[in-house]
């Protein structure tokens, strides 16, 4: 079992920066890849970013790619997503989510574990 706590969220004008992280307790953080998804209301959640167990890839879809980075410090049980010159369309609630295995998925039934999620709001 693990669990997972998001912070950092917040209200951000468009064009300005904000880190969210994502502290994990219970089984082995390091055996777990990880990734970020993210849910607007009334629409489907969706993918953001991921990186592996070790942290040694990652990936992310065109629409964040440039802007958003996504790492991991597994001494500290963390995953983090940074994101740049954020745009009003990044306004969701932000989910770290956890994956039992070496590489990451880009689907959401492919995750174990969820966290509650940290709302982020990008004004124009």
């Known amino acids: 079992q693990v669990q997972l706590v998001e912070s950092g969220g917040g209200l951000v004008q468009a064009g300005g920066s904000l880190r969210l992280s994502c502290a994990a307790s219970?089984?082995?953080?390091?055996?777990?890849?990880m990734g970020w998804f993210r849910q607007a209301p009334g629409k489907e959640r969706k993918f953001v970013a991921a990186i592996s167990s070790s942290g040694d890839r990652t990936y992310g879809p065109d629409s964040v790619k440039g802007r958003f980075t996504i790492s991991r410090d597994n001494a500290k049980n963390t995953v983090y997503l940074q994101m740049n010159t954020l745009k009003p369309d990044d306004t969701a609630v932000y989910y770290c989510?956890?994956?039992?295995?070496?590489?990451?998925?880009?689907?959401?039934?492919?995750?174990?574990?969820w966290g509650q999620g940290t709302q982020v709001t990008v004004s124009s």
């Open positions: 219970g089984r082995t953080f390091s055996s777990y890849a």
């Open positions: 989510a956890a994956r039992d295995g070496t590489y990451y998925r880009t689907e959401v039934r492919s995750y174990d574990y």
